[in-house]
C-alpha cells in the first residue's frame, strides 16, 4: 500500500509541476508580445507573475524533497509524466530563448536611432550660423 500511496505522491508532484511549467510557458509568451508591443506595464505583471511560479516551484522542489529513484521512474504513469515535464520545460527555455532573442533585436534597434538622433543633433548645431567662406585653412605667415 505505501508503494501505490508512495506512486501517487510522485504523480501529484509531476502533475503540480507540468501545470506550474504549463503556466510559465504561456507568461514567457505573453513577456515577447508585451516587448514587442512596448507593453512595459503588461511585462512587469508578467514577470512579477513569472516569478511567483518559479518561487512556487522551488518550494515545491524543497518542500515534497521528492526523490524519483529507478523503480519509481521504471512506472509507466511517472515515466510518461517526466517526460511531458521534460519536453515542457525545453518548450519554456525555447520561449525564453526567443524573448531574450526579441530583447535583443529591440536593443539593436534603440541604439541605432540613439545614434541617429545624436547625428542629427550635431549636424543642427552649426546650422544657421553663417558659413566661413574664404578663410584661409592654412597660413604661410603673411596674412
Known amino acids: 500500500m505505501t508503494v501505490a500511496v508512495d506512486i501517487r505522491s510522485h504523480v501529484e508532484f509531476l502533475d503540480a509541476q507540468y501545470e506550474d511549467f504549463q503556466q ?4 514567457g509568451r505573453r513577456q515577447r508580445e508585451c516587448l514587442l ?11 512579477t507573475q513569472m516569478q511567483e511560479l518559479m518561487v512556487r516551484v522551488r518550494l515545491r522542489q524543497r518542500d515534497l524533497a521528492v526523490e524519483l529513484d529507478d523503480e519509481a521512474r521504471c512506472r509507466p504513469e511517472v515515466a510518461e509524466r517526466v517526460e511531458r515535464l521534460r519536453h515542457l520545460i525545453a518548450s519554456v527555455a525555447q520561449v525564453r530563448s ?13 541604439r541605432q536611432e ?29 596674412r
Open 98 to 110: 526567443q524573448s531574450e532573442e526579441v530583447t535583443r533585436m529591440l536593443l539593436h534597434q534603440t
Open 24 to 27: 510559465m510557458k504561456g507568461l
Open 114 to 142: 540613439m545614434e541617429q538622433s545624436t547625428r542629427q543633433k550635431r549636424a543642427t548645431r552649426g546650422y544657421g550660423q553663417p558659413a566661413r567662406v574664404n578663410e584661409p585653412r592654412f597660413t604661410d605667415g603673411l
Open 37 to 47: 508591443r512596448d507593453d512595459l506595464k503588461g511585462l512587469s505583471q508578467a514577470m
